[in-house]
């Protein structure tokens, strides 16, 4: 099984604070945009957000050795 890759990079069109973030492995890419405001959210918070929806939207789970201490309970 090949390792996933994670990108993250500021994303100026986003508005200020904007990030964009693209999660791949051999079964798919799943992108994610985060746009800046007065609170947003930590990284590792849309990491979580971006695992769980790459696994449903690939059916794979190999996304999870990128945010080991991701929860059960933000799986299901």
Excluded: Y
């Amino acid at each position: 099984m090949a390792q996933p890759s994670l990108f993250v990079r500021d994303d100026p069109g986003l508005g200020p604070g904007g990030k964009r973030f693209v999660l791949s492995c051999e079964h798919g890419a799943t992108s994610a945009a985060l746009l800046g405001g007065r609170r947003a959210l930590p990284d590792l918070v849309v990491l979580d957000i971006l695992i769980v929806r790459h696994d449903r939207l690939s059916g794979c789970r190999c996304s999870h050795d990128l945010r080991p201490g991701i929860t059960e309970a933000a799986r299901a």
